[in-house]
């Protein structure tokens, strides 16, 4: 089975930094693109940022300039690197991930979500 593992979220001062990682493991094949969700308490869960396999970035608004995600393919990791946080950021980040198993069709795989809050 495939398995996505994040770690990096805790508590940060505004203005502060964190850096998200998100492993994947298991029966991989191949993976496609790659991002970052979050859900703040009392709201849809957006998107934050994706990249391609080839490393083509989006970022939402309100992180551009802020954030930014990369990933690792050869340790089937990818990374959210958050700086000048802001207490709107507070929320639990969740990481996805494109995966084809044993050659067949690409389906998403969601991690169990690491919470991120921000104090100000």
């Known amino acids: 089975q495939v398995q996505l593992v994040e770690s990096g979220g805790g508590l940060v001062q505004a203005g502060g930094s964190l850096r998200l990682s998100c492993a994947a493991s298991?029966?991989?094949?191949?993976?496609?693109?790659m991002g970052w969700y979050r859900q703040a308490p009392g709201k849809q869960r957006e998107l934050v940022a994706s990249i391609t396999s080839g490393g083509r970035t989006t970022h939402a608004d309100s992180v551009k300039g802020r954030f930014t995600i990369s990933r690792d393919n050869a340790k089937k990791t990818v990374y959210l690197q958050m700086n000048s946080l802001k207490p709107e950021d507070t929320g639990v980040y969740y990481c996805t991930a494109e995966i084809s198993v044993r050659g067949l069709i690409y389906r998403d795989y969601w991690g169990q979500g690491t919470q991120v809050t921000v104090s100000s």
């Open positions: 298991g029966s991989i094949f191949s993976i496609s693109a």
